[in-house]
């Protein structure tokens, strides 16, 4: 078991998501940065799908009751084992009774902790990420147990990641059309694609608003499907991009749609970051 002696400030179990059930109006939720959880399960050679720890702003400190291996990475937190520093993207073999603990958040948004195999909380609609009233818990609390399986020996064939490719990350989105895109006029995609943006200070799982406005619209439309990634424009000139908690349908026209690389990055953002829209 995973004990948690302090859960940090938002920190959650999430596996690739729950896809399948849009038609219900359930969320795909999952993991907010795949890339990054992608590369710590990969590390420790785990399934694609191994629920990991998603950790927001301020991380955990936890207890391990069996031996493990474990990884980590993402926003650069300052991670200790018995009080000792640990470096990012490297596996690190767990004793028993061993503390884990987080610290300072230096940049980025959300760490990511994976363990040899995953985490082994329940599997709910083919999933064990954790959305409120879906799974019965909205985060982890202190002195909740999670379970994993023991692991006494295991030689991973790569030791550490350098994650070289993240230098060329910072801030630009790479976005699709959306499919009200074309009833944009030359004013707002001027707007939208020669202009800096940064986050507003409402930004969560569920989607993130954007502090700058481009002109607004009379677009009259039904509500239609959205996903993660979906940016939607209000009538009064404000993006909204979707995430992976987002609403499964909405009323706005869908101007644009984030790569899966674009929700990765903007997972990392938070209030006042700079964000800019390049078309793919």
């Given at each position: 078991m995973l004990k948690i002696i302090g859960p940090g400030f938002f920190s959650t179990i999430q596996d690739m998501g729950r896809l399948g059930f849009l038609d219900k109006g359930v969320p795909v939720s999952g993991v907010m940065d795949a890339h990054t959880a992608s590369i710590v399960n990969g590390l420790l050679e785990n399934e694609t799908n191994a629920a990991v720890l998603e950790i927001t702003m301020t991380g955990p400190t936890?207890?391990?009751?069996?031996?493990?291996?474990?990884?980590?990475?993402?926003?650069?937190m300052h991670v200790a084992l018995n009080e000792h520093a640990i470096a990012p993207f490297k596996v690190h073999k767990i004793l028993?009774?061993?503390?884990?603990s987080y610290g300072k958040?230096?940049?980025?948004?959300?760490?990511?902790?994976?363990?040899?195999?995953?985490?082994?909380?329940?599997?709910?609609?083919?999933?064990?990420?954790y959305f409120y009233p879906i799974?019965?818990?909205?985060?982890?609390?202190k002195g909740d147990?999670?379970?994993?399986?023991?692991?006494?020996?295991?030689?991973?064939?790569?030791?550490?990641?350098?994650?070289?490719?993240?230098?060329?990350r910072k801030n630009v989105l790479e976005v699709f059309r959306g499919p009200e895109f074309e009833q944009l006029n030359?004013?707002?995609?001027?707007?939208?694609?020669?202009?800096?943006?940064?986050?507003?200070?409402?930004?969560?799982?569920?989607?993130?608003?954007?502090?700058?406005?481009?002109?607004?619209?009379?677009i009259s439309m039904l509500t239609s499907a959205t996903l993660p990634g979906t940016v939607q424009l209000t009538s009064a000139g404000k993006l909204i991009v979707l995430m992976k908690d987002g609403q499964t349908t909405g009323g706005y026209p869908r101007i644009l749609q984030l790569s899966n690389q674009a929700i990765a990055l903007l997972a990392q953002k938070k209030f006042k970051d700079a964000i800019s829209f390049r078309l793919i």
């Open positions: 936890v207890e391990f009751t069996s031996p493990t291996y474990i990884c980590f990475g993402g926003a650069d028993k009774g061993d503390i884990l958040l230096k940049s980025g948004f959300r760490n990511y902790l994976a363990i040899k195999d995953g985490f082994r909380t329940p599997v709910i609609l083919n999933s064990r990420s799974t019965k818990q909205k985060k982890i609390n147990e999670l379970m994993y399986l023991t692991c006494e020996k295991f030689i991973p064939k790569v030791l550490e990641w350098h994650d070289t490719a993240a230098k060329g030359d004013k707002q995609l001027e707007q939208l694609f020669s202009a800096d943006f940064s986050i507003a200070k409402e930004y969560n799982r569920m989607a993130y608003q954007i502090e700058e406005k481009i002109a607004g619209h009379a």
